[in-house]
């Protein structure tokens, strides 16, 4: 289920907690990541996550724009016909 904008910006600030499995040697490799760069391992999982969220957004504002394009196409002259075929089109000369 997709967020909408105004449920986040109604718990923007405000965190929950949640219980995560991993693997150890994960959880290891995450610690240490999360040391290196001076932080902790709920907010290097907070960044990435984010980013994640982002990226999706970026996405289907992308898509609804295309989605958008492909409604206004400009009409070439053909009127929904094809006039040639396929072996004319891949006509050795």
Do not use: C
Not at 65 to 88: A, F, Q
């Amino acid at each position: 289920m997709k967020a909408k904008s105004s449920d986040k910006s109604k718990e923007e600030g405000e965190t929950r907690n949640i219980t995560l499995a991993l693997p150890r040697w994960l959880l290891r490799r995450v610690k240490i990541l999360a040391a290196e760069q001076d932080t902790s391992v709920s907010r290097l999982l907070a960044e990435f996550l984010e980013e994640i969220v982002r990226r999706d957004e970026a996405y289907e504002k992308a898509y609804a724009g295309w989605r958008e394009e492909m409604k206004n196409l400009r009409d070439l002259g053909l009127h929904g016909k094809i006039p040639w075929t396929r072996e004319e089109l891949h006509e050795r000369r």
